[in-house]
């Protein structure tokens, strides 16, 4: 009875005193940067949390010799990315990146006294490529920032399993095929008829989300895309493995096509000559004597942007300020104006600035929400740009405006190195016009009669700093 009730108490202490960390699983696991091995100690592992791989952020970060600040009271680490600064809290999604702050899918934690991040985070924040081979647990890391090109050597922690293909989608001109490891693609453009084909080497079909045929063959639905005939995916060979996908399209001049792969998904985007998705560009300011000016509503179609406190995606108001725009200054007989989207479409971040720069443009605005679930109180109007000092007085001029017609705190001007600002060559800013998140900016930014005065305030300062009267 004693032995009974003595095990009994044991087994209440361990409950109490060595809680679940939620639905976290750890094993061994290995994270090879730039293809070198990362000594990881003992204690620290790559764990998986509610389905999302989460690394150890200060191992990373050192290795990248990157400056790494632990605040214990604050639960805060600070790493200085050359001029960039990342603050990320423990059991915090909101993190800092650059004085702007974004939202991470899951919060920091501290497991084994070492903070752990989403590795999406680091793809996406840290200027690294990402994969994760679920099978062999390992993080592959490449830092896009270097010229050296990773070499992973057989017996040296490189895969030798197969990948796995989990899901193939075509929407607004991308090709995204998620896989649970590394698979290198082999791309090829073939005629009669035109048509873009993906070779995976080394992989099969795993739990995939799309139906397969007995055959291990599936199409996809188009119909959607008039210059696209079919997307279809088949095993192509079985020993070793092969997956291919095929993109048949249809009364096309060219294809172009850019790959990025970003965690676990090989993202094509393809720019096919005469599609009606992909934005086409107008005659160029060298051409027709006008200032060319691009307005760029942020977001759109399976991209919704944050979400506001009485649940509307940002996509949603970011179009329809953007349209207002749009109609004040199609009237201006010395501007050409451009939009990324007139709907609900989703152009890529690249696709915007090759679009911009394809067409020599004058100035670029790019509108935006923001937004901050955590600090509902948080309000006000700001305005970033990108190291120009031509970007910098467009965002002055306009900020300005602004302000005075949303009538909301002055956040002020503030240099950020967002892609669409960044990778322009025009003088560009990027507007976070209100807090979607708080009462007040949000029953104001969703005014119409508001959005006018905002509409009107920036077409007004584009064409202040273009001298147009």
Do not use: C
Not at 89 to 104: E, I, R, S
Not at 125 to 150: A, C, F, H, R
Not at 263 to 291: C, E, F, Y
Request: hydrophobic share 40%; no cysteine.
């Amino acid at each position: 009875m004693k032995k009974t009730i003595l095990l009994l108490f044991l087994s209440l202490f361990l409950l109490v005193v060595l809680p679940n960390q939620g639905n976290a699983a750890a094993s061994t696991s290995k994270i090879f940067l730039d293809g070198e091995e990362l000594i990881l100690p003992s204690d620290v592992q790559v764990t998986i949390v509610n389905k999302n791989v989460m690394i150890p952020i200060r191992v990373v970060a050192e290795n990248l010799k990157f400056k790494v600040d632990w605040n214990q009271n604050a639960r805060n680490v600070k790493i200085q990315q050359n001029d960039k600064t990342i603050s990320l809290t423990v059991d915090q999604k909101q993190a800092m990146v650059a004085d702007k702050q974004v939202t991470l899918n899951t919060a920091p934690l501290i497991l084994n006294n070492t903070m752990v991040v989403p590795i999406r985070f680091v793809s996406e924040q840290m200027g690294l490529n990402v994969k994760w081979n679920n099978k062999e647990k390992i993080v592959y890391l490449i830092n896009t920032d270097t010229s050296k090109e990773p070499t992973i050597e057989p017996g040296n922690g490189s895969p030798t399993s197969l990948t796995h293909v989990t899901d193939i989608q075509f929407a607004n001109n991308q090709l995204v095929v998620s896989m649970d490891g590394e698979s290198k693609p082999v791309m090829t453009t073939l005629k009669n008829p035109d048509r873009l084909v993906v070779d995976l080497p080394g992989a099969v079909f795993g739990d995939l989300s799309q139906p397969l045929n007995q055959n291990m063959n599936g199409k996809l639905d188009v119909d959607a895309y008039p210059n696209v005939t079919e997307v279809r995916y088949s095993l192509f060979k079985q020993d070793p493995g092969q997956v291919r996908i095929v993109v048949e399209l249809n009364h096309v001049k060219d294809v172009q096509y850019s790959q990025n792969i970003i965690a676990d998904k090989l993202i094509i985007d393809l720019n096919v000559s005469g599609d009606n998705v992909t934005p086409v560009p107008v005659t160029p300011v060298g051409d027709s004597g006008r200032k060319v000016v691009v307005i760029d509503p942020g977001h759109g179609g399976r991209d919704p942007g944050s979400t506001s406190i009485t649940n509307k995606p940002e996509k949603e108001y970011n179009l329809a300020l953007a349209l207002k725009v749009q109609a004040l200054l199609l009237n201006e007989p010395d501007i050409e104006l451009v939009m990324t989207r007139d709907g609900d479409t989703y152009p890529t971040r690249p696709e915007r600035v090759q679009l911009a720069n394809q067409l020599n443009a004058d100035v670029f605005v790019s509108i935006h929400g923001n937004n901050v679930e955590s600090s509902p109180q948080a309000t006000g109007t700001e305005t970033f740009y990108y190291q120009r000092s031509s970007s910098k007085e467009l965002a002055n001029i306009i900020h300005q405006r602004l302000v005075k017609a949303m009538g909301l705190k002055d956040r002020g001007v503030k240099n950020g190195n967002l892609e669409v600002i960044r990778d322009t060559t025009m003088p560009a800013v990027l507007l976070e016009v209100g807090f979607l998140s708080n009462v007040m900016d949000e029953e104001l930014m969703s005014s119409d009669v508001v959005q006018m005065k905002a509409a009107q305030a920036i077409a007004d300062g584009i064409k202040e700093y273009l001298g147009i009267n």
